[in-house]
T-cell receptor, first 113, second 110 residues
């Protein structure tokens, strides 16, 4: 039972490079999310997708783009990485009812030098 | 807009002692509240959640939380802490997307 799978787990980028974080879930969930975690800041929502074909900005969308490729997959792209984007990124999924549990992947550690 | 405050950044507790982590929320309607735990280098695991019914909620790993509407609080408790409970704990409120508190780091001393 894989749940939410993120790749890569670790990545080092140079300033200005681009990359895509991949996320897939096998729980048939409609909603998917990308969160950013920095020390002392908790988790902040970057983008979310309430259902296949829709995406919306969260609290901290600047510098990121997303694609909901199909129901299973939701990718996060950094077009031109900046040192300020050094962070841990978590993908998550759920069904959209407010009482439903949101399940998280194990995280992707990104360093921009 | 909903928000969550965890007043304690870091708590140190002795193994076998009780633990209480505070969480205050701001939300206009009935809140859907969650506690997650994150061990170092890991993702987040759900400990428990509240959205209706009994205000005392039991979770995994011996944790419980009490919802108090009058105080806008959802504090997490454990009667006897184990060394494996050292982790970071996050309170969250769900309005179709989770909003997290800043987290409380728990250190357990022998």
């Amino acid at each position: 039972n894989a749940g939410v799978t993120q790749t890569p787990k670790f990545q080092v980028l140079k300033t200005g490079q681009s990359m895509t974080l991949q996320c897939a879930q096998d729980m048939n969930h409609n909603s998917m999310y990308w969160y950013q975690q920095d020390p002392g800041m908790g988790l902040r929502l970057i983008y979310y997708s309430a259902s296949e074909g829709t995406t919306d900005k969260g609290e901290v969308p600047n510098g990121y783009n997303v694609s909901r490729l199909n129901k299973r997959e939701f990718s996060l792209r950094l077009e031109s990485a900046a040192p300020s984007q050094t962070s841990v990124y978590f993908c998550a999924s759920s069904n959209p009812d407010r009482g439903n549990t949101i399940y998280f992947g194990e995280g992707s550690w990104l360093t921009v030098v | 807009a909903q928000s969550v405050t965890q007043p304690d950044i870091h708590i140190t507790v002795s193994e076998g002692a009780s633990l209480e982590l505070r969480c205050n929320y701001s939300y206009g309607a009935t809140p859907y509240l969650f506690w997650y735990v994150q061990s170092p280098g890991q993702g987040l695991q759900l400990l428990l959640k509240y959205f209706s019914g009994d205000t005392l909620v039991q979770g995994i790993k011996g944790f419980e939380a009490e919802f108090k509407r009058s105080q806008s609080s959802f504090n997490l408790r454990k009667p006897s802490v184990h060394w494996s409970d050292a982790a970071e704990y996050f309170c969250a409120v769900n309005d179709y997307k989770l909003s997290f508190g800043a987290g409380t780091t728990v250190t357990v001393r022998a």
